[in-house]
Each structure stands twice: as C-alpha cells, then as structure tokens.
C-alpha cells in the first residue's frame, strides 16, 4: 500500500475528505519523525 492509498483507504473508513485525511496522515508521520530524530528511538502504536 502506498501513501495515495492509505489516504484512500482511511478517508473511506472514517467518512473523512481525502484532503482532511492526508493532513492527519502528515502530521502523524511528521509527530512520529521528530519523536525519532529527538532521541526517543522508539514509537510504539498499540491498538
């Protein structure tokens, strides 16, 4: 799966606009990569 389809994907899931979802998706990722880079080596997503 790639990033187009993950937005896809997930703003059908959540009934979402596929504008709004990527928005999210970004910020996540962009959470997740300073998260990483500022020493913390580890994000865990628990479900």
């Known amino acids: 799966m790639n990033k187009t389809e993950l937005i896809t994907a997930v703003a059908e899931k959540a009934g979402t606009s596929k504008k709004d979802t990527e928005a999210v998706i970004n910020a ?20």
């Open 28 to 47: 996540t990722m962009d959470v997740i990569k300073s998260t990483v880079a500022g020493g913390d080596d580890k994000v865990v997503l628990v479900y």
